[in-house]
Each structure stands twice: as C-alpha cells, then as structure tokens.
C-alpha cells in the first residue's frame, strides 16, 4: 500500500472535502481518503497502480487546485513533465485580488457616502462611476467564489455558494437599478464584503502556512550534495544519493540523510527532532540523521537512509496521520458543517418571503445578509486547527504523538505510573560519586581509572571517560578486574577483595547498584560509586507533573533500596521488584472508579504495561518496539517534555471549547440578525470574514504556549496546573 499526501489549498470546508471524496471513492485502487482542512491536506492511501499524478488529475477535474506535499506546489502537468511551481501563488493571486477589490472599495465607498447624503441631481452619475469600478471586483477579485460555487455541481454545496450568490444578486440587482434609474443600489456592499472575504481567505492561507511549517522540513533539505566516490568528491543532487553512499558534510551544513559518522568526533545540532537547544557530541559508528546540522568541522558519513525513508520522514508520517484522526466531537461538527449550507440558502428564501409580506424595502437586503453572514468553515476548522497548532509545538518540545485523540484524553490522565530505570535515571550508569584515600587525587584517581578500563569490555568500563595515561602490562583478571604497571607502581582496578580493599569497602549513600575500586602500590587510593543517576531536572519535571494534579507513582523492577532512594529524591509513591506482570496486574487494579492511566516506560519487559495503560509512552532510548507500540514517543532525553505534553494538551481542550463556542453562538446569534435586518450586508461580510480568522488566530496561541524550562522561569497556576 502507497500513502500520498496532497496539499489542497482551496479546500476550505467539510462541503470540499465531501465532494473530493464523491471524486475518489469509486476510483479503483483507492483504498482510504484522510482528510486535515487545517492543514488543507489530504492523505491518500492505494495501490501501487494508482499514480499520484491521476490523483491530481480526478481532483484537478472538479475545480480544485492539489499538489504533492513537499513539492513546492506541483500540478498535475508538473508532476508529468517536471515543471516546478512555488507553493505561495495562490497566497500571491489571491493578495493581487485583494489589492484591486480594495483600491475599488475606497473609490466606491467614496461615491456611497454622496449617495447617502441625498444628492439627486449627480445621483445617475454616482451609480454609473460605482458600476464602473466595481466591475473589475466582480470580474477579477470575486472570482475565486464563482470558481469554487460552480464546484457545487459535483457534489454537496460547499460554503463558496452563498458568498457567490449574493455577490451576484447583488450585483445583478444594482445593475438592473442603474439602467432602469429606479431601485437601490448595493455596490458598496458587493466590494466591501468581497474585499473582507478576500482578506479573510488570505489571512487564514498564511496562517495554515505558519501551522504547516513543519512539513516544509523535508523539503527545505539542502538539494545538492557532496558524495565522495574513490576518495574524490563530487557534487550531485539529492535524488541521485542512495543507501550506501559515503558523502561529506560541511561546517554548518545541514545533514541531508541518515547515516553512520565514519569521522569524529561530531558536533550535532538535533534541535529539529528533540527540541534541545544544545549540541550533541557524536563520535564514529554513531548514527546522525537528516534534518539535523553539523556545528563542527566536516565529516564524513556513510548513507544508511534517504528521501521517505529517513527517520524524519518517519516522524513526519506519523505526526501527519495524528492531526487527521477526528474525535468524536470533530465529527459531530463536520456533520453540523456538511447540512448547513442548505438549511442557509433555505432560511435566506424564508427570510426573503418574510420581509416580502412584512415590510417588501428590508426583504432583498435581509436575505442577502442572511447568505452572507453564515460561516460554517469556523465550526469545520474550529478542531483541526488546534489540532495542528498543538501538534506542532509538541514537535517542538520534543513530543510525537501518535492520534490525535490523545489531546483529548490526556487533560483527563489522573494516575502516572513511571518505569525507573532508564525512564527516571539515565539509561546507562555513570559514575555519581567518588572517595579518595590517603594522598590521592580523585582527579588523578578517574585519569588512572580510565586508562585501564579503556582495556576492558566490561559494561561499566564505559563509566569512565578515555584518558591518555600510558600503561605497561596490562593484565585482564576474569571475575575480578584489571592490573597493570603506572610509573613504576602495580594498580588494580576492580572489586573490593581484588583491590585490598576487605572490610575497609565503602558502600554508597546514593543510588549505588555497584562499587568499583582503586588501588596503587598495593594501597587503597578510591572507591567509585556506579549507578543509574537521575534524568537531568527529573526532581524539577515531576513537581510539575505533580502540579498538574497527576498522582506520581514508581514502578519497577528493581530491587527495595534503589527505588526507595529514587522515590525519596522525587517525593513519590513507589513498588519495586516487580515482573513484567506484576506492573500490568498493578496498572489494571489501578484502572476504575474515574481513574485514567498513563505508563511511561523504556523497556521491552514495559510493554504489558504500555499495553495496558489508558495512555502509553515511549522514552527516546526505548527500542523500535517499543516504540511501536506505545501511543506518544518522547523525541527527548528532557523529562519536562512529559510536563509539556500535559500543558499543552490541556490548553488544547480549552481553545478547543473556545473555538466550537464561538462558531456555534457567531452562527446561532449572527443568523437570525440577519433574518431580521439588524445586520445589513455589509456588516453581514464583516462578520463571516472575522469568524473563521478568529478561530485560526485563536488555536494560534498554542504555538506559544511556553516550554517548561525547568529551572523557576515557568510558573504554575496552582488550582489549574497550567504554565503562564
């Protein structure tokens, strides 16, 4: 099965949306549509028989304008003979319709105020100069709404068809009135409500294209590349770099695939997938990925991954795949959106019938107010785009999440059951602490220690950072340790009774799983203390969580000591020694009486448990099934990525109540207004044009809903838990 993206520029509704999907649901080898009018994309699932130009080509048939994402704007004669395009034109003709629909705005409601005033004796000529420019309005800038009304034909009528029935009628009429010279004229409304329309579609165009930044990463990939062929290098585009290859990477450049670093050591900007803003030191045979920036000197690196394949795509694929999914709440207002256009243009005829009888001078203006003040893109967009705004700013604070569903189901999480071992303390152990005996330097004594266990292979050799100390006879003791000669002296590095240690073996006070010792000249010169240390500002990330009002909990495998030390440092409840099972058993009695769950874990022995949970988390060092299976993946090592998580997607719930509130009270207050001529037309325009642009700019403020720092710069509300 083969996955297409389309961005849809012009799909505005859920009207668009139904009649792409009347265009491609009978085709054969179309197996799912997807839709996201936030993003105005459509992800398309088929066979490998259906090309993406015939896509493009059925959709291109009913009037709308589709291109591949991360194309830059191809057309169908684009993807077929290779021609590019420029994502922005639709922005840029739509900005050069606004210009004139506002240049003859100024000129008209110029001449509306004389006409107003009670000029009679110029009154013919002030009709006859707002016909003329209003004129290239409707024949040039009010285009767009004639284009997509006739798209109405092949399938439900979209929200495009009141707008340009009323531009129309009005027109229309006000012509009739002008040749006649008897009647009102409503030119001033027909290029007001035209220019604020315009104004309001290119508003919401380029804050989709705000929201949509990220999917511009891949395409923003540097387009040429530097592969090395027999030691020489030769510049060639990126298209042409496969698996294998061996390319070099600049000073400063961006990293155009995923691949091995044959050189080292490296200094990697991976901001773009964790949300950090520092640099990560790589060193050869590590793995470094495509989107990230090389801060150091050049490097060479063999290729392992390109194009969709890449880690990034894949990243990209599944945040893509989140925003389309549609709770439950999204769908009711989509089948609200899908019947509202008719029961409009019903209600504008009653309305028109109704003044006709009443009072016949209010029933034209009122039933054109009527087409034109409902909105049912506010209530169509008023998810999606919070959605897609909070969607992006987890990606950058290091957050993917998998459904978007979860947005709604995580403000409601009450219980936290966390793994410890690689979730709270970091995945490889370290040395946390060191005593020194005698005469000894603990300097000196971790330079000597890692010297010798640079010769080593065992698991906690790789503790100790490299040291240049030049040793003789080096000698590896099985169960045991090192031994080697150092200026003269024999040092031991290793156990307790290997290094003359005895009953004088110290024990740690920390979170000590095991000690390593030193000895030089037969003396006892260190003791080092192995373990697990806490994730950096862990202590920090778990007040906030438990800000929020979330119920912290430990569970491990570990044995009694070591998690009570953890859960003393963080202040939480804990269980430890538990099997895989008992964590599952632990999280299902949990479950009930209103309780949500969420695990957070790293393991394969966690996966009962991320099974089980209500809400599932992956930690960045987990395996790829992990991974797999777990609902949202931290893409951070941060632990304040968890707190961010909870933040934003508990903003998200509000600016989503925000946004359905507002679209159903504009909609239910706005109409009837109309109905009864309390809004003439063109305050009709005004208000249809701010409806839906208040819902995109609303959900907008997601995008700066503050990190959590973690160092006493983010502030907690304490009754809600939000950041401020």
């Known amino acids: 099965m083969n996955m297409t993206t389309l961005n849809i520029d012009d799909m505005h509704c859920a009207s668009c949306t139904g009649k792409i999907q009347v265009a491609l649901d009978h085709l054969e080898g179309v197996l799912r549509l997807q839709f996201n009018p936030a993003r105005r994309q459509l992800v398309v699932s088929h066979t490998s028989s259906m090309a993406a130009h015939e896509l493009i080509a059925h959709i291109e048939r009913i009037g709308f304008h589709p291109y591949l994402s991360g194309s830059d704007g191809l057309s169908v004669t684009d993807c077929q003979d290779g021609a590019g395009g420029n994502s922005g034109n639709r922005a840029d003709d739509l900005l050069k319709r606004l210009g ?36 290239p309005v409707v024949s040039y800038s009010a285009m767009p709404f004639f284009v997509a009304a006739l798209r109405s034909a092949t399938g439900g009528l979209g929200m495009d068809v009141p707008i340009a029935l009323a531009i129309i009628i009005a ?19 027909v290029v007001m409500f035209t220019f604020l329309l315009l104004a309001a579609r290119y508003i919401d165009l380029k804050l989709k294209y705000r929201v949509d930044a990220q999917d511009a ?41 995923d691949g091995i670093l044959l050189s080292g050591p490296a200094y990697i900007d991976e901001a773009l997938l964790t949300g950090e803003d520092i640099q990560t030191v790589r060193s050869g045979d590590d793995t470094v990925y495509a989107g990230t920036y090389n801060r150091g000197a050049g490097v060479s690196i063999r290729v392992i991954a390109v194009s969709d394949k890449t880690r990034m795509a894949a990243i990209n694929r599944m945040a893509g795949e989140a925003q389309i999914s549609k709770n439950a709440v999204a769908q009711l207002a989509d089948r609200i959106a899908g019947i509202f256009i008719p029961s409009v243009l019903l209600l504008s005829i009653v309305t028109y019938l109704g003044w006709k009888i009443y009072d016949p001078t209010q029933a034209f203006s009122a039933s054109l107010a009527v087409l034109v003040i409902s909105c049912p893109c506010a209530l169509s967009l008023a998810i999606p785009a919070a959605l897609s705004a909070a969607m992006l700013r987890l990606r950058q604070a290091g957050v993917l999440l998998k459904d978007g569903k979860f947005l709604e189901l995580i403000p409601a999480v009450t219980d936290l059951f966390m793994d410890k071992t690689g979730t709270l303390t970091q995945p490889k152990p370290g040395v946390s602490g060191i005593k020194v005996f005698g005469e000894f330097d ?33 000698k590896s003791v099985p169960g045991s340790g090192l031994e080697a000669i150092f200026a003269g002296k024999p040092i031991r590095i290793g156990s307790a009774g290997f290094c003359g240690f005895g009953a004088r073996a110290e024990t740690s006070t920390e979170i000590a799983e095991k000690n390593v010792y030193l000895a030089v000249g037969g003396e006892p010169a260190a003791c080092f203390f192995i373990d697990n240390p806490l994730r950096k500002n862990a202590q920090e990330a778990v007040k906030l969580l438990t800000a929020y009002g979330l119920d912290v909990h430990i569970v491990s495998g570990d044995k009694q000591d070591n998690c009570e030390t953890v859960a003393r440092a963080l202040d939480v ?19 009930g009486d209103h309780r949500i769950i969420m695990f957070v874990g790293d393991g394969i022995n966690d996966l009962p448990s991320l099974a089980g949970a209500d809400v599932s988390v992956a930690m960045l060092e987990a395996s790829d099934l992990v991974k797999s299976r777990a609902d949202v ?7 304040g990525a968890l707190a961010d998580l909870f933040n ?16 159903l009270l504009y909609n239910l207050l706005a109409i009837p207004a ?43 509300r304490p009754a809600t838990g939000e950041s401020y």
């Open 100 to 135: 004139v629909a506002g240049l003859a705005m100024m000129q008209v409601m110029m001449v509306a105020v004389a006409l107003y005033s009670g000029v009679d004796e110029y009154r013919r000529v002030l009709e006859f100069t707002s016909l003329i420019f209003c004129i």
């Open 171 to 189: 027109f229309t009429s006000s012509v009739v009135a002008t040749l006649s010279g008897s009647g009102d004229v409503y030119y001033d409304s």
């Open 217 to 257: 990463l891949m395409s923003s990939l540097p387009r040429q590349v530097i592969r090395i062929i027999a030691g020489e290098r030769d510049t060639c585009d990126l298209k042409e770099l496969r698996a294998g290859d061996t390319i070099w990477v600049g000073e400063g450049a961006q990293i155009p695939a």
């Open 442 to 474: 603990a300097q000196w004594c971790l330079s000597v220690a890692g010297a010798l266990q640079s010769y080593s292979s065992h698991p906690l050799a790789g503790c100790f950072a490299s040291s240049r100390l030049q040793l003789d006879a080096v």
């Open 573 to 591: 409840k804990f269980d430890a020694e538990q099997s895989p099972e008992d964590k599952w058993k632990l999280i299902e009695h949990s479950k």
């Open 633 to 639: 993946v931290l893409l951070t090592t941060r632990l």
């Open 648 to 663: 934003i997607a508990r903003r998200t719930r509000s600016i989503t109540r925000q946004n359905l509130l507002w679209a």
């Open 674 to 716: 109309a109905a009864f001529a309390f809004a003439p037309p063109w305050l009709a325009a005004l208000g249809m044009a701010l409806s839906s642009t208040l819902v995109m700019l609303n959900a907008t403020r997601l995008i700066r809903i503050p990190h959590s720092f973690l160092n006493g710069r983010l502030k907690i």
